[in-house]
């Protein structure tokens, strides 16, 4: 993540839920490097990303014998993308932009991040403290005159991917867990299971798919931690049960087509308007078929 520190900044709010805004500086001064990306007040994101894309590709040009390449702009991707090869293994390296911002958290966000029972209440207060990051991003739908139509305008959207590391990272009850000469869960382990189902089902259906990613995986993670918040309902040798009871959760969001935002929980991951209707279904199916069959995508052979 390339952050860009900015201070004195308005959010104003471009969705109903209060994921995406957009951003106006109180106060820029003549001599602000970003005064060059602001139109018509705001600061544009699409003018920003395009420059760090060309400083990417102009400063890969100056590498002698360069074997990096500049993989072409995905379309509504916040992250320009490198892929770095050498003695027969490719490398691929995102390399997103975000503006850090060091102010209060928007409102949508005060009825997230509902910790207290997993990791604390002050945890929760600490975190609020810090800054949050807003990145390059494609508004999936945008309202006018009442109704919400695609749209294909580059946004900033809201990222805690700082915050979301650190409750993994550490992520026990009891502050020791998983620490060298403590007792051990296996919360990572079954984020790692999960994400693996889906990258793998990516890779067998990948138009059908295109709409999942890992941070559903790991959404579905936080949640199930709120809902079992000790570590003793996450033990290591109950690895394959805890698993199970993830992907349980999992699919109930899909069924339901309902995974809120950790930080907003307003903002629908699932909404039907940004996760094809029949593809949902469709993952349903995959998933159920995989383990009526005791997941031979995992490769593992298994009686």
């Avoid at 000790?230 to 394959?240: F, G, N, S, T, V």
């Avoid at 992907?247 to 039907?272: G, M, Q, S, V």
Wanted: glycine share 4%; aromatic share 8%.
């Amino acid at each position: 993540m390339i952050t860009v520190p900015v201070e004195r900044v308005m959010c104003q709010k471009v969705d109903i839920e209060g994921a995406f805004y957009h951003i106006a500086f109180k106060r820029c001064p003549r001599d602000d490097p970003l005064k060059q990306f602001v139109c018509d007040g705001l600061l544009s994101a699409e003018k920003m990303l395009c420059h760090l894309r060309k400083l990417i590709i102009n400063a890969v040009k100056l590498l002698p014998d360069s074997k990096v390449e500049v993989v072409r702009k995905k379309p509504g991707s916040p992250a320009v993308t490198l892929v770095i090869g050498g003695d027969g293994v490719l490398i691929s390296l995102d390399m997103v932009l975000a503006l850090e911002v060091k102010q209060s958290w928007p409102a949508s966000t005060t009825n997230g991040l509902k910790i207290e029972e997993w990791l604390g209440t002050k945890v929760r207060t600490d975190f609020r403290r810090k800054s949050f990051y807003l990145v390059p991003k494609q508004q999936p739908f945008e309202t006018t005159e009442g109704d919400r139509a695609p749209s294909k305008k580059e946004m900033w959207r809201i990222s805690f991917s700082h915050i979301e590391k650190n409750m993994i990272m550490y992520h026990g009850n009891t502050k020791t867990c998983c620490e060298s000469g403590s007792s051990k869960c296996c919360r990572k382990s079954c984020l790692k299971l999960l994400k693996r189902l889906v990258e793998k089902l990516k890779e067998k259906h990948p138009r059908i798919l295109a709409d999942v990613c890992s941070y559903h995986a790991k959404t579905t993670l936080l949640h199930a931690c709120v809902q079992r918040p000790k570590d003793e309902m996450w033990r290591p040798e109950d690895l394959a049960g805890c698993f199970l009871q993830l992907l349980d959760n999992f699919t109930d969001h899909l069924k339901r087509a309902d995974l809120p935002h950790f930080f907003i929980p307003t903002y629908n991951l699932l909404d039907d308007r940004i996760f094809d209707k029949i593809n949902r279904i469709r993952l349903l199916n995959f998933i159920e078929n995989e383990r009526t069959k005791n997941f031979p995508i995992f490769g593992v052979n298994q009686k």
